[in-house]
């Protein structure tokens, strides 16, 4: 579990991230959405450790990730896929972080398998990987120390649509078996195939925080008749928020009751009333973050990109912060 409490992150009169709180609980996968400079990234930099909260904690499992023994195997995290040593092949790189964690080479081994780098590309030098060899590791390095949670921002930046449907069953099964997955990424369609609940960020703050069903369909109803200008006459002194729809029909935020005693009253008869077409994420995400301005929450001037943490990289980088 990911708990965020009261989060802020200010970087002098700059404030990144502004009173954030949501929880990402056991056998779920939360989406994480924002626009480019929404507070995204230096929200789950401060999960992390790598970066200290103005204000606010942050838990993973009831344990802040600075107090956790040998967090790689509580907490697998992936930001930076490119954050890797370029000189190592793939092998060397997980086998360093299997010594660190205190699992076998046997566990190295099943990782390179599951992420399709065994055989010769595990002998390759990272710096010849293309970026979507490159988040394949960097998911096997994050899953290496067999934790229960998995933070994620942007995996399936590089991966083919082949690579990108893997990945979505990879982290579909990992909540399926108990675990909490928290995945921030733009792919959008990919989100919502996989993602059970949403938390929207923009400028700093949350702007919704719910189950993904019920996001999506709190659109209202939608509603048309065969004489539309008394309907929308009735349905406005009814005291109800109406928008005309191109088909000319009207969206109504109201309950269908509401709706349908404005229509008798106006002798209007309707030919549809029935719960309004959400849109899908991208609309709803359209929707909720287009009023919020976006400022580069995610990186201030200077500040230096996150990498991939979950092998005790993370407790190193913040440890080098605090001192």
Not at 208 to 227: I, P, Q, T
Request: net charge negative; aromatic share 4%.
């Amino acid at each position: 579990m990911i708990t965020v409490e009261h989060l802020t992150k200010r970087y002098g009169a700059f404030t990144a991230v502004n009173d954030v709180s949501f929880t990402c609980v056991p056998g779920t996968v939360t989406g994480f959405l924002g626009p480019n400079g929404a507070g995204k990234s230096t929200t789950m930099r401060m999960i992390s450790g790598l970066t200290p909260p103005t204000s606010g904690r942050t838990t993973v499992n009831g344990v802040a990730f600075r107090d956790l023994p040998n967090p790689g195997r509580h907490i697998g995290v992936l930001l930076d896929a490119s954050a890797q040593h370029s000189g190592r092949t793939g092998r060397e790189i997980l086998s360093l972080s299997a010594q660190l964690l205190g699992v076998g080479q046997k566990r190295v081994d099943a990782m390179l398998e599951l992420v399709g780098l065994h055989g010769a590309a595990e002998k390759r030098r990272v710096g010849n990987y293309s970026l979507g060899m490159r988040q394949r590791l960097g998911l096997a390095h994050a899953l290496l120390g067999d934790p229960t949670v998995l933070m994620l921002d942007e995996p399936a930046n590089g991966l083919d649509p082949e690579g990108i449907f893997w990945m979505r069953g990879v982290l579909r099964d990992f909540a399926d078996r108990g675990g909490t997955v928290m995945l921030s990424s733009h792919l959008l369609r990919e989100v919502e195939a996989v993602a059970d609940h949403l938390v929207v960020i923009g400028s700093g703050r949350i702007v919704a925080d719910g189950g993904k069903d019920e996001l999506l369909h709190a659109g209202g109803l939608y509603v048309r008749s065969l004489d539309p200008a008394p309907l929308e006459k009735a349905l406005a002194e009814a005291g109800l928020s109406v928008q005309p729809t191109r088909d000319g029909g009207f969206s109504v935020a109201g309950d269908a009751e509401t709706v349908g005693r404005a229509a008798l009253a106006a002798g209007a008869v309707l030919l549809e009333l029935r719960p309004a077409d959400s849109g899908g994420l991208e609309e709803m995400f359209l929707r909720l973050t287009s009023s919020h301005d976006s400022h580069d929450g995610s990186r201030p001037p200077g500040h230096a990109p996150a990498g991939t943490v979950g092998a005790g990289a993370a407790t190193v980088a913040s440890q080098k912060e605090a001192s």
